[in-house]
């Protein structure tokens, strides 16, 4: 082990933080090599590449159709590549069928077997690999106790509740020590407060044991909470590959800005003034808005400019410090109890939401509806993106 | 509780009249002293004595039972076996075809498939017997169980399959581990239907069986052409009550299995 530094302390090395996809020297887990998946005539997966690190939490994140649950099925051993290759570890795992990988998944419908006890649902893997009857024993109890089952060992699968469903399905799936465990929407059946919870409580686990995991999920929140890294994708390509802050941040396209949270949108033309500066004119009579880019945008070129609603700050006069600021009215308030989100119409039509934290009482708030108000943000808070 | 209108009482009376005054009226004329049939003469089970030392009745039921167990068996190892290749296969060459024609012998007339049994029989040189009822029963019943069984494995959850080739199984070890207990009451189901076909079937065992092997049903049939004796009615009624002793069996079975999983549902849910 000494000669050979793997990933991880390769990583602790350069850095405190976990992030081996920014060490060149880091070695994947999981590579997909220009992979395509194709049904008859439809492309699922659109010759993509992907590396996916050892001890990684990553997050498949995508509408429905999109191709993520395609992913996990051939990681799983269920499909195989129309094209390119899958690694695992090094070696192309495309001819190796899925009870000869070391892989486990966790079901969407968590599939446990409804004619065994939740122990025997747990020990059903390790029994396949013939492991002696003590050690079974022991790792089966093992993980009752991780996933704090252990009064519910001898129930059957109905006899216990969705969330305790979930946990067995874990249990049963991290039984057999996998190299890659696979999670298809592993919260999807269960209420909000519940799902919360057991998001933190998955992010234990995985820290617990070590395991690489791989999320397939379409809520954002879930994948925002749980991951190391998420993978936008859409019509079967890899949108953006980043670290939950950047997704949200600095997103590379107007897709992955809208499907992230809430943004406003606005269309422009930028002209470049001085430095990573930019000035887009968006609307006749209206003063240019000023924004940076570290990408290069050319002047006259046609963009996007995306800015979270949170930072839109909303005031009764003109800030006299502020350097993009716009008029309108209060059209609609969306009281969510911590925060309130306004929508406000500007002269020309255009809906722009800002969204305030709500840190007086209700009966104190400053603006209602019909209200005229300024809207205002610094150069820094949107985020410039070419068409 | 709501009281019957008229109308619906009449209905319900006229029509269990219908089903049941038949096999009432047998069930008391083989209680009858009297020889005569339809004459009663007082109150009597000697009939049910004399069929105990009727060994040609005996014989035959002990053919009837034996072919019954041997046919549904083998229909239901091979009608499961159809009904999971053609509702799990995947696409396949000709499985269009395939499912249509596995579902043909339930709409034969069975005159038909009796004759061309026969026919088969006779080319190939089998001996009709024992084998030949077995061979043929299977051939008409193992459709039905079929049926039965695919019509399970349609609502099966298929990622129950996949989790067990997941967790390192085989797929032959994950049919017996996974599949084969989950779809079990379908494929009971489908083993008493064809037990039950294969006991009442006249008309196939007529073309199938020699002198070797006669069927009860074959018996009872040549026996009435002759005349129905008492004997014949005290037989029909022990018939009636075997099946009314299983039927109501198997439906209180289910009955108290499906009251269990829903009291465990329920505290499950009050778990929650």
């Given at each position: 082990?000494?000669?050979?530094?793997?990933?991880?302390?390769?990583?602790?090395?350069?850095?405190?933080?976990?992030?081996?996809?920014?060490?060149?020297?880091?070695?994947?887990?999981?590579?997909f090599?220009?992979?395509?998946?194709r049904?008859?005539?439809?492309?699922?997966?659109?010759?993509?590449?992907?590396?996916?690190?050892?001890?990684?939490?990553?997050?498949?994140?995508?509408?429905?159709?999109?191709?993520?649950?395609?992913?996990?099925?051939?990681?799983?051993?269920?499909?195989?590549?129309?094209?390119?290759?899958?690694?695992?570890?090094?070696?192309?795992?495309?001819?190796i069928?899925?009870?000869?990988?070391?892989?486990?998944?966790?079901?969407?419908s968590?599939?446990?077997?409804?004619?065994?006890?939740?122990?025997?649902?747990?020990?059903?893997?390790?029994?396949r690999?013939?492991?002696?009857?003590?050690?079974?024993?022991?790792?089966?109890?093992?993980?009752?106790?991780?996933?704090?089952?252990e009064?519910?060992?001898?129930?059957?699968?109905?006899?216990?509740?969705?969330?305790?469903?979930?946990?067995?399905?874990?249990a049963?799936?991290?039984?057999?020590a996998?190299?890659?465990?696979?999670?298809?929407?592993?919260?999807?059946?269960?209420?909000?407060?519940?799902?919360?919870?057991?998001?933190?409580?998955?992010?234990?686990?995985?820290?617990?044991?070590?395991?690489?995991?791989?999320?397939?999920?379409?809520?954002?929140?879930?994948?925002?909470?749980?991951?190391?890294?998420?993978?936008?994708?859409?019509?079967?390509?890899?949108?953006?590959?980043?670290?939950?802050?950047?997704?949200?941040?600095?997103?590379?396209?107007?897709?992955?800005?809208?499907?992230?949270?809430?943004?406003n949108?606005?269309?422009?033309?930028?002209?470049?003034?001085?430095?990573?500066?930019?000035?887009?004119?968006?609307?006749?009579?209206?003063?240019?808005?000023?924004?940076?880019?570290?990408?290069?945008?050319?002047?006259?070129?046609?963009?996007?400019l995306?800015?979270?609603p949170?930072?839109?700050?909303?005031?009764?006069?003109?800030?006299?410090?502020?350097?993009?600021?716009?008029?309108?009215?209060?059209?609609?308030i969306a009281?969510?109890?911590?925060?309130?989100?306004?929508?406000?119409?500007?002269?020309?039509?255009?809906?722009?939401?800002?969204?305030?934290?709500?840190?007086?009482?209700?009966?104190?708030?400053?603006?209602?509806?019909e209200?005229?108000?300024?809207?205002?943000?610094?150069?820094?808070?949107?985020?410039?993106?070419?068409? | 509780?709501?009281?019957?209108?008229w109308?619906?009482?009449?209905?319900?009376?006229?029509?269990?009249?219908?089903?049941?005054?038949?096999?009432?009226i047998?069930?008391?004329?083989?209680?009858?002293?009297?020889?005569?049939?339809?004459?009663?003469?007082?109150?009597?089970?000697?009939?049910?004595?004399?069929l105990?030392?009727?060994?040609?009745?005996?014989?035959?039921?002990?053919v009837?039972?034996?072919?019954?167990?041997f046919?549904?068996?083998l229909?239901?190892?091979?009608?499961?076996?159809?009904?999971y290749?053609?509702?799990?296969?995947?696409?396949?060459?000709?499985?269009?075809?395939f499912?249509?024609?596995?579902?043909?012998?339930?709409?034969?007339?069975?005159?038909?498939?009796?004759?061309?049994?026969?026919?088969?029989?006779?080319?190939?040189?089998?001996?009709?017997?024992?084998?030949?009822?077995?061979?043929?029963?299977?051939?008409?019943?193992?459709c039905?169980?079929?049926?039965?069984?695919?019509?399970?494995l349609?609502?099966?959850?298929?990622?129950?399959e996949?989790?067990?080739?997941?967790?390192?199984?085989?797929?032959?070890?994950?049919?017996?581990?996974?599949?084969?207990?989950?779809i079990?009451?379908?494929?009971i189901?489908?083993?008493?239907?064809a037990?039950?076909?294969?006991?009442?079937?006249?008309?196939?065992?007529?073309?199938?069986?020699?002198?070797?092997?006669?069927?009860?049903?074959?018996?009872?049939?040549?026996?009435?052409?002759?005349?129905?004796?008492?004997?014949?009615?005290?037989?029909?009624t022990?018939?009636i009550a075997?099946?009314?002793?299983?039927?109501i069996?198997a439906?209180?079975?289910?009955?108290?299995?499906?009251?269990?999983?829903?009291?465990?549902?329920?505290?499950?849910?009050?778990?929650?």
């Amino acid at each position: 082990m000494h000669l050979f530094p793997d990933s991880r302390t390769g990583a602790v090395l350069n850095s405190d933080v976990f992030a081996p996809w920014d060490d060149p020297q880091a070695k994947p887990l999981i590579q997909f090599q220009n992979v395509t998946k194709r049904f008859g005539d439809f492309t699922a997966i659109d010759t993509l590449s992907l590396d996916i690190f050892e001890r990684e939490f990553f997050a498949l994140l995508g509408p429905s159709g999109c191709g993520k649950t395609t992913m996990m099925r051939m990681l799983a051993g269920f499909e195989t590549p129309t094209e390119g290759h899958i690694l695992l570890g090094g070696q192309d795992i495309d001819p190796i069928p899925p009870n000869k990988r070391a892989v486990n998944m966790m079901f969407q419908s968590y599939a446990l077997f409804p004619h065994l006890s939740i122990w025997e649902n747990i020990a059903f893997g390790l029994r396949r690999d013939k492991m002696p009857k003590p050690d079974l024993e022991a790792r089966v109890e093992e993980m009752l106790r991780l996933t704090r089952l252990e009064q519910f060992a001898r129930r059957k699968p109905h006899q216990i509740s969705g969330g305790q469903r979930q946990r067995v399905a874990l249990a049963r799936s991290l039984a057999k020590a996998p190299k890659l465990l696979l999670l298809d929407e592993p919260l999807g059946a269960l209420d909000k407060k519940l799902r919360q919870d057991t998001q933190f409580e998955l992010m234990d686990i995985q820290e617990k044991t070590g395991t690489t995991f791989v999320i397939v999920t379409h809520d954002q929140e879930e994948a925002m909470t749980v991951a190391s890294r998420v993978a936008v994708m859409d019509q079967g390509k890899l949108m953006q590959v980043a670290t939950p802050d950047k997704i949200y941040e600095t997103p590379n396209s107007v897709y992955v800005a809208d499907f992230i949270g809430d943004v406003n949108i606005i269309q422009g033309r930028a002209t470049a003034n001085g430095g990573e500066t930019f000035q887009i004119d968006w609307a006749e009579g209206q003063a240019p808005l000023t924004a940076t880019s570290a990408s290069g945008i050319s002047t006259g070129q046609t963009c996007h400019l995306a800015i979270r609603p949170e930072k839109v700050a909303i005031s009764a006069e003109r800030p006299a410090d502020a350097i993009n600021a716009v008029q309108g009215k209060v059209l609609d308030i969306a009281y969510l109890g911590n925060l309130s989100t306004y929508h406000v119409e500007l002269p020309n039509g255009t809906i722009i939401k800002a969204q305030t934290a709500n840190t007086r009482r209700i009966s104190r708030r400053s603006f209602t509806w019909e209200d005229p108000v300024w809207l205002s943000w610094t150069a820094t808070a949107a985020v410039l993106l070419a068409d | 509780m709501n009281r019957l209108s008229w109308f619906n009482a009449v209905s319900l009376t006229l029509g269990f009249a219908f089903l049941y005054i038949p096999m009432i009226i047998l069930i008391i004329f083989s209680f009858n002293e009297s020889k005569l049939v339809t004459v009663w003469a007082g109150f009597s089970t000697k009939w049910y004595g004399e069929l105990l030392q009727n060994e040609a009745f005996l014989d035959a039921a002990w053919v009837t039972v034996r072919v019954a167990v041997f046919s549904s068996t083998l229909a239901t190892i091979l009608g499961t076996a159809a009904a999971y290749v053609l509702v799990r296969g995947g696409r396949f060459f000709g499985r269009t075809l395939f499912s249509g024609m596995i579902y043909a012998p339930l709409v034969m007339p069975e005159v038909i498939t009796g004759l061309s049994l026969l026919l088969l029989f006779i080319g190939i040189g089998l001996d009709r017997g024992i084998l030949t009822i077995v061979l043929a029963h299977t051939t008409f019943s193992m459709c039905f169980v079929s049926v039965v069984v695919s019509s399970r494995l349609v609502t099966f959850d298929r990622s129950l399959e996949e989790a067990a080739l997941d967790l390192g199984c085989s797929a032959a070890q994950a049919f017996r581990l996974v599949t084969l207990p989950i779809i079990a009451p379908a494929v009971i189901s489908g083993w008493l239907l064809a037990f039950t076909l294969s006991l009442d079937d006249l008309v196939i065992a007529s073309f199938t069986s020699g002198p070797s092997a006669t069927t009860l049903p074959i018996k009872i049939f040549s026996a009435v052409r002759l005349g129905v004796s008492p004997e014949i009615n005290a037989l029909s009624t022990l018939m009636i009550a075997v099946v009314t002793v299983g039927v109501i069996t198997a439906s209180l079975v289910t009955k108290r299995a499906m009251m269990r999983q829903k009291q465990d549902e329920m505290a499950a849910a009050r778990a929650e």
